[in-house]
């Protein structure tokens, strides 16, 4: 429980705070953080919870997707390696095709609609 405590962003009080909530002597718990096993339970709850939160922001990132939001769009397929800006594109001439996203169209001209005349 007390790693649980230690790693929620949300909790604003300090390690005396959570020995007094668990009733752990602040010497225990500083040995506890000073050993390796007890880190790597953090991490692993860390892991969770971030997994946990990284599958909402998938899934706002693709309801933008779904929207029509360009820079969503663009950022989609740059985290899927499958989009490269301009830059990069000249540097990615021997791997395999990449997606461009073009959102520069030219404004039509006079009202013409931009045809030409």
Not at 85 to 100: D, G, H, V
Request: glycine share 6%.
């Amino acid at each position: 429980m007390a790693a649980d405590a230690l790693t929620d962003i949300s909790y604003d009080g300090t390690l005396e705070d959570i020995c007094q909530s668990f009733n752990i002597n602040t010497e225990t718990l500083y040995t506890w953080l000073a050993d390796e096993n007890f880190r790597q339970y953090m991490d692993l709850i860390l892991n969770g919870k971030t997994f946990s939160a990284m599958t909402g922001v998938w899934k706002s990132l693709l309801n933008q997707c779904a929207e029509g939001n360009i820079q969503a769009i663009k950022l989609y397929f740059e985290l899927k390696g499958k989009y490269k800006n301009e830059k990069s594109l000249s540097t990615a001439e021997n791997k395999p095709a990449m997606i461009q996203i073009i959102d520069d169209i030219p404004k039509s001209e006079g009202g013409n609609n931009g045809k030409t005349q």
